[in-house]
């Protein structure tokens, strides 16, 4: 068993697992990691529901604590942890305060409904979704949302002790589903999206003025939380294929360099890493869920081919009857 002090539970496709383990990778704190697949529905169950009763990832367990909500994970990281860069500064300070409006402005992006709605409206995306066929195929999406719903509806009749919890997901879900599969709200989501990209651009110009020449970054040359946010957010509209529309060279130089620049960061490079795995769990758990299905389909080939190859013996064993 690891003496590591934090246990985050999370998956490692979901952005604001990745907000966590972003800022665990740049304070450099080894940490124990429980993946809770949200594709297989692993936030749902009680075990999970009771450490958190909204079903949603990352947490972190420190000992008995438990924090939930990712830029808590973050505060309460930087304030344990006191290796690496200091990710949220004093909010007494200049900076601290800037740093503290940029999490707040860029946590505000509903990024849920951008993700949810580009997959259910996949013709919004201008380059492609960079992911697997199987989970950007919106007939099978759109069931597997209808599945998720009326598994929350009856987990809340099978556990009444979690009910009133599992009722407010349930009720929570099918909202949000009802809101990501509206085309015109998603393309109201994605125009507020690029105003907030046009005053990230103008943001990262005041801070390349001040920063004399040295690397910058969001708020300044140090890298911090707000750092965080925006890279995990810059990702994710690389992977749903709008960087041509917010990071565009000629249109925001600024976001479109930070994006090449952000690459050469260990902690980003580690993220990327683990990210990737979660597509090679999708595939495993594809190749796994269809082994019943390739067995029967062997057993029927053979028995085929062995009809074949004896089709007298079997007719005269008939006859003779
Ligand atoms: N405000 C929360 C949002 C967490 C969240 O929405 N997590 C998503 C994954 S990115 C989730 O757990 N979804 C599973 C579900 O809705 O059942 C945070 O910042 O941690």
Redesign the pocket.
């Known amino acids: 068993m690891s003496d590591n002090k934090f246990t985050l539970y999370y998956?490692q496709a979901?952005?604001?697992?990745q907000k966590a383990i972003l800022a665990l990778f740049e304070k450099g704190c080894p940490f124990n990691r429980k993946i809770i697949n949200?594709q297989n529905g692993e936030?749902?169950t009680p075990e999970y529901m009771k450490m958190n009763p909204q079903?949603?990832?990352?947490l972190l367990k420190d000992g008995d604590k438990i924090v939930?909500?990712?830029?808590k994970i973050i505060d309460y990281v930087d304030d344990q942890v006191k290796s690496g860069p200091k990710l949220v500064p004093d909010p007494n300070t200049s900076v601290g305060k800037e740093v503290k409006r940029l999490r707040e402005f860029i946590d505000a992006i509903r990024i849920?409904i951008v993700t949810y709605g580009l997959l259910f409206n996949p013709e919004l995306s201008t380059t492609g979704i960079k992911l697997p066929k199987m989970v950007t195929n919106v007939k099978r999406f759109k069931e597997k949302t209808q599945e998720n719903v009326a598994s929350l509806e009856e987990a809340a009749q099978k556990y009444p002790d979690l009910r009133d919890n599992y009722i407010a997901?349930y009720q929570k879900?099918k909202k949000f589903y009802e809101d990501t599969m509206n085309k015109e709200n998603v393309i109201e989501h994605l125009e507020d999206t690029e105003h907030r990209c046009e005053y990230l651009e103008e943001c990262l110009k005041r801070s390349k003025e001040s920063s004399g020449g040295e690397e910058y970054w969001l708020t300044g040359t140090q890298f911090n939380a707000a750092d965080i946010l925006l890279v995990v957010f810059m990702d994710r509209i690389v992977m749903l294929g709008l960087e041509d529309r917010y990071f565009c060279k000629t249109k925001r130089p600024l976001l479109y360099d930070y994006l090449q620049r952000i690459g050469q960061r260990k902690s980003v490079q580690m993220l990327r890493a683990d990210v990737k795995t979660a597509f090679t769990m999708t595939l495993w758990n594809a190749a796994k869920a269809a082994v019943p299905y390739v067995v029967v389909l062997g057993l029927a080939i053979g028995a085929g081919v062995w009809l074949m190859k004896n089709k007298s013996r079997v007719i005269n064993a008939f006859v003779e009857k």
């Open positions: 998956f979901s952005y604001y697992s949200i936030q749902k079903g949603l990832v990352p939930v909500e990712s830029e849920e997901k879900t």
